[in-house]
């Protein structure tokens, strides 16, 4: 007969919880951090602007463009346009990089949260 030790540790493995039932998948680091941003952003086509913008097609979108959002003058005169550097810049510190921007967010100093989310944005907002 197994220890329980043994046998926990072949649930565990086995993405098994110690009763039995299947483990929850391990949370998707990207949709994490996404959880600060939702409540100014939405993602998906239709849903409405927030405090911010939706978010839906962002990638490769000219920024301070959506229709029916009333950004802040220095926004909408950037000549930004959201590539993956863009959006890590942006991120790193908003108000470094469009100075005079509306966005209320400090920034997101970790390279890694910041790669999570840039990917989680492209994967969600397609």
Known sequence: MKSSAATLGLALALGLTPS???AAPAADPGARLWLQCRACHSLKAGEP???GPNLHGIIGAKAGSRPGFRYSPAMAASEIT???AALDAWLTK???MVK???MAFAGMPAA????NLIA???RETR
């Open 120 to 122: 989680y944005l492209k």
């Open 49 to 51: 602007n927030k405090i």
């Open 20 to 22: 039995g039932a299947k």
């Open 100 to 102: 005079g921007s509306s």
């Open 94 to 96: 908003p108000m470094a």
């Open 82 to 84: 959201w590539t993956d």
């Open 112 to 115: 890694d949260d910041r790669k």
